[in-house]
DNA sequence: CATTATGCTGAAAGCGTTTACAATCCGCAA
DNA sequence: TTGCGGATTGTAAACGCTTTCAGCATAATG
């Protein structure tokens, strides 16, 4: 039979740490030890304390929170993580993405995460040409799960994020018939309420899709949204009334000085793949002196701060960039709380902002 | 003496993991024990092979990399945060500061911090209404380093950061003076460029300082570095030369509307806190009648991507945000990886990038 | 040949937690 | 008295790594 009174005490060894004395400096860190021997109490108990205070009797917790609060200890992650093989981080892996989408989004994140008492850990995804081999971007085994952002098909985030066997969730692809928990913005119905908006003022014919990069998956699903939505108003689009380019606003540029000098004098409309394309091709316009809405309505994607701070304010398609990083947040925490949850495709909706750039006056 | 040979194994125990067929599922980590028996070696060795390569023989060094590839270890951060009390991750801690300015300096940080070996952990400030009290927002304890970006007085991030006896670098306020490494942009500098280029084609008494808030730091320096330059010039400022509001363009809008009035039909400047603003002075004055730069002569700060997207372009002060970024976490690494280095301030430098807001036209 | 240096390797001691298990103390029923 | 069960606490075993120390060849030196 095991009786402690009988054992030897196994000699008071180490940490030899603040308790006694030891007024000399240098000492950083406190430890459940500390804690345990200024409160007398084993560290057990000061452990039992801090994650399961019911097993302890009142009388001694009490004692223990006084030390607590008195040294300001906190229990080191490292040996928490060690065996509990969490950390109460998140990684985020975001591809490069333009300025404000980016921030808003991260903002969304962070806010949930905090919320629901969990850290951020963010990575961008290097340009593809300063890509190392191994390079382990991500910090696996110190994160509890990952949030990764495919933005088009070359991205192998998703496949090093796999690899990694952590609870994962992607963000702007829907994977979850693979077997991944996906979040998704709803781009089509996005567009085809930009499309119906536009077409009540300008025939099917006269309007036009300048999109972002061809390969971007964004990009392809407002393409096909438009032209789906183009076609269920009695018109087979033409090729020519889908381009595809990049997110800025040179490209935006670019495509309505080809185009606008092609258009005769009828009224047309233009959606654009983003808010800073709808912003090239409104510069353009009036470069050219066609009036915007009076000739041409325009209808940007994204809302962006922009949208609002160009004359005249653009109308926009509306992506609630927070609440996609904050709901991929909360589908990711879901996921590491409970693995055997049902994989699930959340879809966010978006929804058209009317601003003076697309309506005729009156 | 010590013999190995004579003590009996203590008993195989334990890590009963992967190395002998064991085929049936559910194994998920690999450890540095599993390695080290595949390989046929201690795991000091192993640990050697990955820590201290030259410490071992190349053989041998070959053979456990082989089997390091083949089963795709890798080493367990916790176990390894727990001895060398480091995790290689490095926290860093905003403000809920504007959009564009957020997502470059994020990226510059988090492109810097990677090319030198370590992670991001972000935390926004949560806004002042929903600070829980004791909510520990960094995970202190978990990161090697901290860089705070402090832009008030209300601030209370620093000093949790310095309780935290974390390194710490501040980001826009100089601390240098009391021990902590600290990050500023040179306001001062950019400030009076933007006046005198403005002064030379405006009268000092009809300049005009459009601020952010006043309680914010950037604002103060340069409010102060436009008096000083208008100063610098021979005219003694008025006060109402010099406004303070807030980061946005509604602000911009408001200030204009007011002053617009009360300005004669002479030629006037304005230097703003910040590119929205300038933005916001913009639209009022383009509603007002009032032409840019014909009658006014409009320089922002900041450079963000909006001073190139309105038209007509704006002037405005350059501020690196990204290579602020970058900087402090050079900044922070260097104090983690010599505590003993000297108390640094790193000074960036802005500049005036002139475009159409600000010079009359030929 | 005896000694010492050198290169390589392994054993074991932690690092600071959590948690299974054992032990004690107590009240209460048998 | 005895035994049982619940409440409270303590002991010790992990968790996976780094690193000191010691052991042992083998090479270099006297």
Known sequence: ??????????????????????????????????????????????????????LVSARTAARVQEVIRKTGYAPNPFAQGLITRSSRVLGIALPDIHGEFYSELLRGADAEARSLGYHLLVS??????????????????????????????????LKEAKGSLLPTVVLDTDLHAKGVDSLVVDNAGGTREGVN???????????????????????????????????????????????FGDYTSEWGERWAEEHLKATGKGVFGVLAGNDEIAIGVMQAASQAGVRIPDQLRLVGFDDTRLATLIRPRLSTVRVPMAEVGAASIRLLVRRIED???EITCVHLPTSLVVRESSVPRA
């Open 339 to 341: 693995r055997e949850a």
């Open 197 to 243: 908006h536009l077409l009540a003022s300008v025939p099917a014919s006269s309007l036009y899709f300048v999109g972002g990069p061809e390969e971007n998956f964004d990009a392809q699903q407002r393409a096909s949204a438009f032209r789906a939505a183009v076609a269920a108003s009695g018109w087979k689009p033409r090729a020519d009334q889908v381009s």
């Open 1 to 54: 039979m095991y009786d402690a009174r009988i054992m030897p005490k196994p000699a008071p060894k180490k940490h030899l740490s603040a308790k006694e004395g030891e007024s000399a400096g240098g000492r950083v860190t406190v430890s459940i030890h500390d804690v345990a021997s200024a409160a007398r109490v084993s560290i057990a108990t000061v452990s039992r304390v801090i994650n399961n205070p019911h």
């Open 124 to 157: 961008s995804e290097p340009r593809r040409e300063d890509r190392g081999p191994a390079n382990g971007s991500l910090a696996f085994g110190l994160i509890d799960g990952i949030a990764v952002m495919i933005t088009d098909a070359a991205s192998n985030l």
